[in-house]
């Protein structure tokens, strides 16, 4: 659909622009681990800040951020729920609701006010960090290569498909007004006729 169309032509199209797989699939990693952090409302900054910082691709990186919001709020508790068994922290009350509701009023706020359950969690995350960042570089390397020809042989075929009727359209009548009647004089009269008036001193003349 249109939405798939959007997220995937931002990777896709980086190949033919000089990115290298390598760069493209790094960035990938690095969005998907920054797009999961079990903060709500500072994905977006963090993206723009690793993109500038380490020479990713902005559209990419803000592309993974924005479609994976559903996989931020899933692995939200399962990572509070880590940070507390991690540093034996007591068990968070709040519901998914509450906390997602105060983190988009107030980001700074809850950080203040949940300092230690986020401080837990984050620190959950960045243990989890590095292999979201490999697992999803060495899954999107070698599949990269292989999508970008699928879309470049997809855009050649209809490229392909709209040449014939460029083709097949009818091309304008010759300005001439006895076309081919030098060839045809010899069987057809009116054609000799015609061929004999082009030929005619005053229209050599002309």
């Known amino acids: 659909g249109s939405l798939r169309s959007r997220i995937a032509a931002p990777v896709l199209e980086q ?3 000089g990115l290298s797989a390598d760069t493209i699939a790094l960035t990938i990693g690095v969005g998907l681990a920054i797009a999961v952090i079990p903060v709500i409302g500072v994905t977006t900054i963090l993206s723009i800040l690793a993109a500038w910082a380490f020479r990713l691709n902005h559209p990419i ?4 951020n924005w479609t994976s919001a559903p996989l931020q709020l899933l692995l939200l508790f399962p ?3 880590m940070g507390e068994r991690l540093f034996g922290a007591p068990r ?3 519901s998914l609701d509450e906390l997602v509701a105060m983190g988009k009023a107030d980001p700074v706020g809850t950080i203040s006010l949940l300092g230690a359950t986020v401080a837990h969690a984050v620190a959950a995350w960045m243990l989890v960090v590095p292999f979201v960042i490999a697992g999803s570089y060495f899954i999107a390397r070698p599949l990269l290569p292989a999508a970008a020809r699928v879309r470049s042989i997809h855009s050649s075929t209809r490229v392909a498909d709209w040449l014939p009727i460029r083709a097949a359209s009818p091309s304008r009548p010759s300005s001439s ?3 081919d ?11 000799a006729r015609c061929f004999a008036r082009s030929s005619s001193p005053d229209r050599l003349n002309d």
Do not use: H, N
């Open 92 to 94: 968070l009350t709040l």
């Open 181 to 191: 009647a030098k060839a045809r004089s010899s069987v057809d009269g009116s054609a």
């Open 177 to 179: 007004p006895c076309p």
């Open 79 to 81: 990572f509070i729920r």
């Open 61 to 64: 990186i803000q592309a993974i």
């Open 15 to 17: 190949p033919t622009q």
